[in-house]
């Protein structure tokens, strides 16, 4: 296997706490998810309840963003184009929309952004009193409303980025920094989310998270991803499937990641889908006493047909695991029961981090 997407993913997002890339299609249902991921993650921060608070309404706005700027119409594949990011990355969180906007608005965006980035605190509440007083306000936010607060909301310059698309239009990246506490770290570039969505694109993913698979974060990724499943696919045999691999995948991580931080299950989810095929993948650190035992075993399933990893999962079913050490039970056996070309295995950082994905 090539160097795989998730080493690449879990290589730019190690420094985070927890992210989520998502590229598709956006409506409120999609925010609705990603806010009860964050919820959860909020829930265990030392953060204050109006940093959380900010939090949210800077997500909010930053997803309808890319309704309000986006172009009207679009195709399936400018849909899967657009692109929202959330990172919490030291005492930072950042926030970042991308979607297609049509070339002859690139220039009033820019004058709306250049302008509320060089407005002093007081320039700021004032233009944000009078657009409201004069009622200046249309579906694109009046005088650049939604920009103004969160100006104010973040004490931070708003970063964005528009790259050429063709003669029509450009792909504007939009991004917010929210302090919670001091941080003196170099800014993340807004082209880092440029290098994500390419990547992503490139191998056909839609979906990323990377953090603690606890409980909570583990129910919203499958809800999420059951959810993305049924719109992509109408047959309930293969929705089915994917989601039960799925929760082996994910179930993995939950419960056998290692981790510099006790009682934390680090790692990194991505699913894909290109033309027929789903793509499921899990990178996740492992203690490196157990790697060749790892990858003989699944060297081993690899090697039996279908009928003998049939009998061998029956076998496991009725008898149990024959070897104690082997922690994934039945999920291995099953995930390559169900993938159509075995189990694909990667090792890296010293046989640190495996990575393992599925086809379906």
């Known amino acids: 296997m090539e160097r795989n997407i998730n080493n690449a993913l879990y290589h730019e997002l190690k420094d985070d706490n927890l992210s ?18 964050w919820k959860g993650y909020l829930g265990k921060s030392s953060d204050t309840e109006g940093q959380k608070n900010k939090l949210s309404f800077l997500m909010i706005e930053s997803f309808q963003n890319i309704l309000r700027y986006g172009l009207s119409g679009r195709n399936e594949d400018e849909n899967s184009g657009e692109i929202f990011v959330v990172r919490r990355i030291g005492n930072s969180y950042y926030i970042t929309s991308g979607n297609f906007v049509d070339n002859a ?24 009193v009078e657009t409201l007083t004069n009622k200046q306000l249309s579906k694109e936010g009046g005088a650049g409303l939604g920009f103004v607060e969160m100006i104010r909301k973040t004490k931070e310059k708003l970063d964005y980025k528009f790259t050429p698309v063709d003669n029509n239009r450009a792909f504007f990246y939009f991004q917010l920094r929210l302090k919670i506490s001091e941080d003196n770290t170099e800014p993340l570039p807004v082209d ?3 290098y994500l969505k390419n990547l992503m694109e490139q191998h056909h993913k839609f979906l990323a998270v990377k953090g603690d698979f606890d409980r909570n974060t583990v129910n919203q990724i499958l809800i999420m991803s059951e959810n993305n499943i049924a719109e992509l696919d109408s047959e309930l045999t293969t929705q089915r499937k994917v989601y ?4 082996e995948m994910i179930q993995n991580i939950s419960k056998h990641a290692s981790s510099a931080n006790l009682g934390s299950h680090d790692g990194l989810f991505s699913l894909g889908k290109h033309q027929s095929k789903y793509t499921i993948t ?10 060749t035992q790892l990858k003989e075993y699944i060297d081993s399933l690899n090697a039996q047909s279908p009928e003998q990893l049939d009998a061998y999962y029956k076998k496991v079913l009725r008898n ?28 890296d950082n010293d046989n640190t981090l495996v990575t ?5």
């Open 20 to 37: 989520f890339i998502y590229l598709g299609k956006f409506d409120n249902t999609v925010l609705g998810m990603v806010t009860e991921l």
């Open 105 to 128: 608005k690139v220039e009033m965006l820019q004058n709306k952004l250049n302008r509320v980035n060089t407005m002093t605190n007081e320039e700021l509440k004032q233009v944000f």
């Open 192 to 194: 880092r989310t440029e």
């Open 244 to 247: 039960h691999i799925m929760v």
């Open 282 to 291: 899990t990178s996740n650190n492992i203690d490196p006493n157990y790697t």
């Open 320 to 347: 149990g695991h024959d070897n104690l050490d082997i922690s994934s039970g039945l999920g291995l056996i099953d995930i390559a029961r169900e993938s159509k070309n075995g189990i694909i295995c990667q090792f």
């Open 356 to 360: 393992i994905e599925c086809n379906i």
